[in-house]
């Protein structure tokens, strides 16, 4: 069974660019987080979506960052303008959704951010 | 606020000695620990967890163990292969209804094996 998936796994753009990142969460997994993982530092969670609906994004920068989830499967992340602060690898993984302690999250191989 | 915190950086460890990576975490409420180990250019990957009911808890060639009376981690590794060079995370999952999902890490601590 394939895990997360998510591309690009690279991408380099010019400050106030747009960017997009793209993750396809495990087959059956209601959840999906996206986080962000700066280098030497563990992840930080973005967003976090049941099915279709964020259902926490206390710590998405929505002035310049926005995601959508809008068929409860994919999901896609945007930046725009990005900015040099921006660069990092963003990481996306899922869950089988539900309450409780065991509810084990995925990682995808992330998409390593370098805004020049 | 809650905080996961490693205690070193940095571990170097020979090929077949035992490791001991070390976490403290700063909210005594926490009930659930995780630890993920973070290849090159990959993501994060389970390796164990325990819940705050446990002092001790076994794997394959892994234990974890929890000090809630100091707030302290463990994650040993039984001898240590090139396999398990990589950074290590302790992670704290937050509590009660729409908290349940929220995983706040540690910096993480790099092992290197040497050969």
């Known amino acids: 069974e394939a895990g997360v998936v998510q591309s690009p796994r690279y991408k380099i753009i010019e400050k106030k660019q747009p960017v997009a990142f793209w993750c396809n969460p495990i087959s059956g997994h209601n959840t999906l987080y996206w986080y962000l993982q700066n280098l030497g530092q563990g992840p930080e969670l973005l967003i976090r979506?049941?099915?279709?609906?964020?259902?926490?994004d206390s710590q998405l920068p929505k002035d310049r960052f926005s995601a959508e989830r809008l068929k409860g499967v994919d999901s896609t992340l945007k930046i725009q303008p990005a900015e040099l602060g921006d660069s990092a690898v963003y990481l996306c993984a899922s869950s089988l959704g539900g309450q409780g302690t065991g509810n084990e999250q995925f990682f995808g191989p992330g998409t390593r951010l370098t805004v020049l | 606020g809650e905080s996961v915190g490693l205690h070193l950086p940095t571990l170097s460890v020979q090929e077949g000695d035992n490791s001991i990576i070390n976490c403290a975490y700063s909210n005594s409420a926490s009930d659930y620990f995780i630890w993920y180990k973070q290849e090159s250019g990959k993501g994060p990957q389970f390796i164990i967890d325990?819940?705050?009911?446990?002092d001790k808890r076994q794997g394959q060639r892994v234990t974890v163990l929890l000090n809630k009376t100091v707030k302290h981690l463990s994650l040993q590794i039984a001898a240590t292969q090139p396999g398990d060079s990589a950074v290590y995370f302790c992670?704290?999952?937050?509590?009660?209804?729409?908290?349940?999902?929220?995983?706040?890490f540690g910096a993480g601590t790099t092992v290197t094996v040497r050969a």
């Open positions: 979506y049941e099915n279709e609906e964020a259902v926490d």
């Open positions: 325990i819940r705050s009911n446990m």
């Open positions: 992670a704290e999952k937050g509590q009660g209804v729409g908290n349940d999902y929220k995983l706040s």
